[in-house]
């Protein structure tokens, strides 16, 4: 089955500065990748996901690359802002399965 | 605010007890989801319904039951727990399958064993 590695577990950025977690995953049949972000305290929300027929996705100040080759996929967060502290969790599936598997989380600190 | 609401918000139970969590999503969904958040595990999926019929128990004890009576409404039945068993438990919906639909979490309910 699938099994998602996240990196790292905790990382701690200046305000302003940019952040990037990795993942990898194991089963080359995965095609989608979502990221969701877990507030303190709060429910986790997807904040961006991308599917296997693309390599780069942006949001404003988010984006997920994808390499499949690699299998492996990353968030980037541009100009941090104390909001973007919380725990992030990437995650991978097959199209056409119930479940999807995810990473252990990161948590993001930004320091004032 | 969110349209996955969750019962109660947090439970304490002794290991005897009998007790039950429940989810009504307000989203139109067809998929609904339990899944276990602890420290040592985080997110791990319990089980999966679709369309009312259950597709995965991902190896969960039976002191863990689900029921889905409708689309809308997801229930864990809790019995004879054991302390290990604390954790925040998530309800989730998606429109259609996990692989290809994002999931809508509910607030969770903080479950502790005593």
């Known amino acids: 089955g699938e099994n998602v590695e996240q990196h790292p577990s905790t990382l701690s950025v200046q305000e302003g500065d940019s952040a990037v977690i990795k993942c990898t995953y194991s089963?080359?049949?995965?095609?989608?990748f979502p990221w969701y972000k877990q507030e303190l305290g709060k429910r986790p929300q997807l904040i961006i996901d991308?599917?296997?027929?693309?390599g780069e996705k942006k949001d404003q100040r988010i984006a997920v690359t994808l390499n499949k080759t690699a299998k492996h996929f990353s968030l980037h967060i541009t100009e941090t802002q104390p909001e973007d502290s919380a725990v992030y969790f990437c995650?991978?599936?097959?199209?056409?399965?119930?479940?999807?598997?995810f990473g252990k989380g990161t948590r993001l600190h930004i320091l004032p | 605010e969110t349209g996955v609401t969750q019962t109660p918000r947090h439970l304490v139970m002794g290991m005897t007890n009998k007790k039950s969590l429940k989810c009504e999503q307000h989203l139109g969904h067809n998929a609904m989801y339990w899944y276990k958040q602890s420290a040592k595990k985080p997110l791990e999926l319990m089980f999966v319904y679709n369309f009312k019929e259950q597709t995965e128990n991902n190896s969960v004890p039976s002191r863990f039951s689900p029921e889905c009576p409708n689309s809308s409404h997801l229930f864990l039945h809790l019995h004879t727990l054991q302390p290990e068993d604390s954790a925040l438990y998530l309800c989730?919906?998606?429109?259609?399958?996990?692989?290809?639909?994002?999931?809508?979490f509910g607030n969770g309910t903080r479950l502790t064993v005593t």
């Open positions: 089963d080359s049949a995965s095609n989608y």
């Open positions: 991308i599917r296997s027929n693309v």
């Open positions: 995650a991978a599936s097959r199209y056409r399965d119930d479940k999807i598997i």
């Open positions: 989730a919906s998606s429109q259609g399958r996990a692989g290809n639909s994002p999931l809508h």
